[in-house]
């Protein structure tokens, strides 16, 4: 299926760090193109239920131990694939929270506010950066005596689940609202490209098989049925010049 | 104070489809017109290029290319009894931004409407008498457009042609043509390119679809199968089938847009000038309010200007059209309680929603090889194609498999009975993800004296002006219409060899959250009598004759096809008499 075996990927950090850079390139934290503490060269090995530590800009650390734990249980991983934590998408969750997006980019945000119909959409005030260190911080309170990441896995996906269900709040945050914030960024975490600090190593694509920035299929359109056997491609890998459009069909301007 | 500027012969507001046509034409009769776009200005070269431009985040889910709505919303309620709320995030529709507007993150599909849907009240009391109209939905409030198909065919065939629309003709002049649409309107020549080569899904779609008795046709594309040199002289490249085109732009100059037809030939023409990140407040109106004289307008850095004008060309979105009409008081505005009034009156918008056909493990589907246009379709049910007499309904969709891509953020479909999260979800998504085909089913949506937009009286924009307010539910009969088309493609799918089919079909109440279409149309309609509609039958308003609105704001319902196509063809039947009878004696096109 892929050019960098699902084992190779799960046994070791080191070695995916490595396989992953281009040749010539030195391994270090500031060259990698995964989050600079990803991948500490102390860490002997990783597994399928250990994340590499991110450098948090925007969780504290409670905050941070519920959404790796919330994460690697609404996308585990398994014996064939990884899941959203090894997936680095609490790092992904992190980076946009800090930036536009956690401000309210794209989120007209003028008064006044009341509650709406569904069909209506979101009506809150909060920015997504609000409304996750709101409800984390409800979480947090509510969890004082077990917090989250010290569940039992069932005992996590009981919470999560109630969560989902809404009818409480959390600090003003409906917490089916706030599940579904948590449940959006987790998807976008494990499936967008790796530019954004998630989907590392493109475990997600390499696990359905999407070829990524690849440009160009106008000679395989026609193949029916064929099965594309090759690694996918990040708009990241572009910066070294690796992905082609058909040189017959130049981006250029005719 | 706003500095006043030179005159000028015409201003467009808005530089997309509408506007980058109308200025083109214009110039050429010799105008000296200035473009007004609230948007960046953007080239295909530096713009639009890989591999920027294959980002899923970015485009598909941040939305970077469309209308910033931080400045400027649309308020929504599905019915006059509820408070209408700010669309705080865009998901529904999703309107455009930026030089070439909405028309360069279309997916290029480009179908005509048919001869049946110009003059759809005189054809269905015709057909199924009054009685039957009523009984399909007093509210509704469908009419003839006051222009036919065969005014409009000079103007589709040259907006084809200026756009490279690649396809099989089906009819040309009454002769059925084998491998097109036999159920199209006749058509005077072939398309100017031929069809795309046919995806997996395309294949499989048409077999099932064929083997039910249905008429498979390759789906009319603006994604062109073959480079083209249009009659300006701009040439276009052959499309890649890269999976990144609804929601982005091209970065090969292979789909059809402003920057890809019009906008090199246009931008050199010393009469035009463009003007970028310039929002018009209002048209200007003189003291008789019949004419207009210019438009004000407030530019990136926040400087007021009022720039004169001979006519002024609406060219925006849709609901952007309607809500200049309102801030500028052309027109009046549309009253539910009465039904008088036209500006807001007859907003309709587009059914759609599809099944979902899960196959073997062992078919590979490749959805991520794609275009924007890469569909099978048939027309067994669009419009007026099938009879309705028993059927106690109106309107029809187009069916067909059209996957534009599979970027898995979007798409990552799991069969019913999945959870929605944890392990099971995982290996489900991981299942199927290349063994799943979507079917779209896309139609009509009748006008109702219900749905209408008008301004906010609460919710404001950036520079403190009222937002659009939509008031809108689907019609029980655009639900009975989906219903029943949903259970024949359930056929379809079944037919396809698919394991399972999840049936599709659109349901009350309509709601923003999700996206259903860009295709958001009326509010400013077209017809032959000023009490039911708000511009003539060439766009030009009844009470301000120097003011266009083009666009799809002119359909007084929708159609089953998407719009762009007849868009164009409308624009330049507008411009032409513009051209020919207008600028010789500027006044009404047609007396009230």
Known sequence: ?254 | MAQRLPAVDAVTIGVGLTGALAAFEMVQAGLKVVGLERGAPRETVPNFQSPAIHDELRFSIRKAMMQDNVKVAVTFRNNSDQTALPIRRWESFLPGQGLGGSFVHWNGQSFRAQVADFVLRTHLIRRYGQKFLDACGPELTIQDWGVTYDELEPHYDRFEYLCGVSGKAGNIKGQIQPGGNPLEAPRSREYPNPPMKEPYFGAIFRKGAESLGYHPYPQPSSNLSRPYTNPLGVKLEQCVFCGFCERYACEHYAKASPQTILLPVLLKNPNYELRTSCEVLRINLDSTGKKATGVTYVDGAGREFEQPAEIVFITAFPLNNVRTLLLSGIGKPYDPRTGEGVVGRNYSYQTTAGPTVFMDESININPFMSSGAPGTMIDDFSGDNFDHANLGFIGGQYVGSIMTGARPIEFHPTPPGTPPWGLEWKRAVARHYNHTILIQQHGTSMSSRLNYLDLDPTYKDAWGQPLLRMTFDFPENDIRMSQYIADKVVEIGRAMGGKIVVRGGTKRPYTTTVYQSTHNCGGAVMGDDPKTSAVNRYMQCWDVPNVFSLGGSAFPQNITYNYTITIGALTYWALDAIKTKYLKSPGPLVQA
């Open chain 1, 1 to 254: 299926m892929t050019e960098v075996s699902r084992r190779a990927f799960i046994k070791g950090t080191g070695a995916i760090g490595a396989a992953m850079l281009p040749a010539g390139e030195a391994i270090e934290p500031a060259n990698a193109k995964l989050p600079a503490t990803a991948m500490p060269a102390a860490t002997p090995s990783i597994c399928a239920a250990a994340a590499p530590s991110t450098t948090y800009v925007f969780f504290n650390s409670e905050e941070a131990a519920f959404i790796e734990a919330a994460v690697a249980r609404l996308i585990p991983a398994d014996e064939e694939w990884p899941g959203a934590l090894e997936a680095c998408a609490p790092n992904y969750i992190d980076k946009q929270l800090a930036g536009a997006w956690g401000a309210g980019e794209r989120l007209y945000r003028s008064g006044p506010w009341q509650p709406g119909t569904p069909s209506q959409g979101y009506q809150l005030p909060f920015t997504p950066a609000e409304l996750f260190r709101t409800a984390l911080a409800a979480i947090d309170k509510e969890l004082v005596q077990t917090p989250f990441a010290k569940m039992s896995p069932a005992d996590q996906d009981s919470y999560l689940k109630k969560l989902e269900a809404g009818g409480y709040d959390l600090g003003g945050v409906p917490s089916d609202v706030f599940f579904a914030h948590l449940w959006e960024s987790t998807l976008e975490g494990f499936f967008s490209d790796p530019v954004y600090g998630g989907n590392c190593n493109m475990v997600s694509w390499r696990m359905i098989g999407f070829p990524g920035a690849y440009a160009s299929y106008y000679d395989l359109i026609d193949k029916h049925g064929i099965k594309l056997d090759r690694a996918p491609m990040s708009l990241a890998e572009d910066a070294h010049g690796h992905v082609h459009p058909n040189p017959g069909i130049p981006a250029r301007s005719p």
